[in-house]
């Protein structure tokens, strides 16, 4: 696992944790991991390059979790398809893992990586490497006053509510409300950039 500025947890409640999906439909065979490959190129991608100072975890079923580097990822590309691709080769990347051994994670391609836990190892280890944990939740503070400092982790989820475990998980961490309409996951993550790139300017 490696620090960085920005990072991006997106809980897939329905993700197929199998690699027999096809890329051809992913909201449907693959259980909406079209959702998730759009919050991979949302935290990702600009107009023309990548940013690097930004990892993504998508946390699938609580049973994988699947990271993302943005100063090594290699072959993504603004569409959901290809996304889905890495996203695929990574569930079958994680047959080789030892499904005992949560410390274990593997690179399934240049900058993804695999291993085989859930949402609580990886808060864990925000607590040790003091990463500040947000949670978007409508009912939080307005991100606008909010005091957000970076190395900065917020989680959201997919088209699911957090489930009552998760939210036991996730009861020490801010809440950070983005307006006063619910917005699509992928969005979500363009307004946190937004006013993250804004603070940036006058920092």
Do not use: W
Not at 18 to 46: H, K, Y
Not at 136 to 164: C, K, M, W, Y
Request: hydrophobic fraction near 40%; charged fraction near 25%.
């Amino acid at each position: 696992m490696i620090d960085h500025q920005r990072t991006f947890v997106i809980l897939g409640h329905a993700a197929s944790i199998t690699p027999d999906f096809t890329l051809n439909d992913l909201p449907g065979s693959a259980g909406r991991m079209d959702i998730l490959a759009r919050c991979i190129t949302t935290s990702f991608c600009l107009s023309h390059g990548i940013r690097k100072d930004v990892a993504v975890y998508l946390i699938l079923r609580d049973q994988l979790t699947l990271r993302f580097d943005g100063a090594t990822v290699k072959r993504l590309n603004p569409d959901e398809r290809s996304t889905g691709a890495l996203i695929k080769h990574a569930i079958e990347s994680a047959q080789r893992l030892n499904i005992a051994d949560q410390a274990e994670e593997i690179e399934s391609t240049p900058g993804v990586y695999v291993a085989r836990r859930g949402l609580r190892v990886l808060l864990e280890f925000f607590a040790k490497t003091n990463i500040l944990c947000h949670v978007l939740d409508e009912h939080g503070t307005d991100i606008r006053s909010a005091p957000v400092q970076q190395p900065v982790a917020f989680v959201l989820s997919d088209h699911q509510n957090f489930s009552p475990d998760e939210e036991l998980l996730l009861k020490e961490c801010t809440k950070v409300s983005l307006g006063p309409v619910v917005l699509h996951a992928d969005h979500c993550i363009s307004v946190v950039h937004n006013e993250l790139d804004r603070r940036s300017l006058h920092s």
